[in-house]
């Protein structure tokens, strides 16, 4: 069973930058495609981003499209989300997860990834 870490939220103007890093311990990290999804309050869990497991398919929410860049450097086994432009909109917890498959559909579900992390606050202020 792989072990999530997230970090690098915190408080941000609007048109600022973060980047959320996630950090894997155990299981197989390295065959496994990674999503990130985040949750502002009384809201659904939501997808953002996911990869696959080379990191070379890459998959947007159309919100982040264009702003936000997921990659991952398998030797640090730690999954990435660069978000530029930040938006107040941007506010919420956000998540990393593992894809349940070595192979990744295109799923926006939560129910297909597991063993989440415990969540990085970002705030974006306007």
């Known amino acids: 069973q792989v072990q999530l870490v997230e970090s690098g939220g915190g408080l941000a103007q609007a048109g600022d930058s973060l980047r959320l890093s996630c950090a894997a311990s155990?299981?197989?990290?390295?065959?496994?495609?990674m999503g990130w999804f985040r949750q502002a309050p009384g809201k659904d869990r939501e997808f953002v981003a996911a990869?696959?497991?080379?990191?070379?398919?890459?998959y947007y929410t159309d919100s982040v499209k264009g702003r936000f860049t997921i990659s991952r450097d398998n030797a640090k086994n730690t999954v990435y989300l660069q978000m530029n432009s930040l938006k107040s909109e941007d506010t919420a917890v956000y998540y990393c997860?593992?894809?349940?498959?070595?192979?990744?559909?295109?799923?926006?579900?939560?129910?297909?990834?597991?063993?989440w992390g415990q969540g990085t606050q970002v705030t974006v202020s306007s």
């Open positions: 990869l696959s497991w080379s990191g070379g398919n890459k």
């Open positions: 155990g299981g197989t990290f390295i065959r496994s495609p």
């Open positions: 997860a593992v894809y349940r498959s070595s192979y990744y559909s295109g799923t926006y579900d939560p129910k297909d990834f597991g063993s």
